[in-house]
């Protein structure tokens, strides 16, 4: 499998923003619905957001309005812009190429964001 490179975490005050980027392969990119999950301390990876190659997208309740997620073919690149962002945020983010709906079977590395109150 080709890596998926994560970039853009960080340390941000409650209602703050980051913007995550993932590059990716340029066959993976074309192909699949691309998405980011996120892991907090203690609890199970959890779906953050999906975007199709058409880029219809989907979103965790949590985070509608919040956050938002792009595509960029010419860079292979994903984008997760996310604003207001609030101490229950903090994860580790992961990228990651979707097989079904919310399921995903190949991540990245993970890049980590940290809210402070």
């Known amino acids: 499998q080709v890596p998926l490179v994560e970039s853009g975490g960080g340390l941000v005050q409650a209602g703050g923003s980051l913007r995550l980027s993932c590059a990716a392969s340029g066959r993976t990119f074309s192909r699949y619905t691309m998405g980011w999950f996120r892991q907090a301390p203690g609890k199970e990876r959890e779906f953050v957001a999906a975007i199709t190659r058409l880029g219809g997208t989907d979103y965790l309740d949590s985070v509608k309005g919040r956050f938002t997620i792009s595509r960029d073919g010419a860079k292979n690149t994903v984008y997760l812009q996310m604003n207001s962002l609030k101490p229950e945020d903090t994860a580790i983010y992961y990228c990651?190429?979707?097989?079904?709906?919310?399921?995903?079977?190949?991540w990245g590395q993970g890049t980590q964001v940290t809210v402070s109150s």
């Open positions: 990651a190429v979707l097989i079904s709906t919310r399921n995903a079977d190949y």
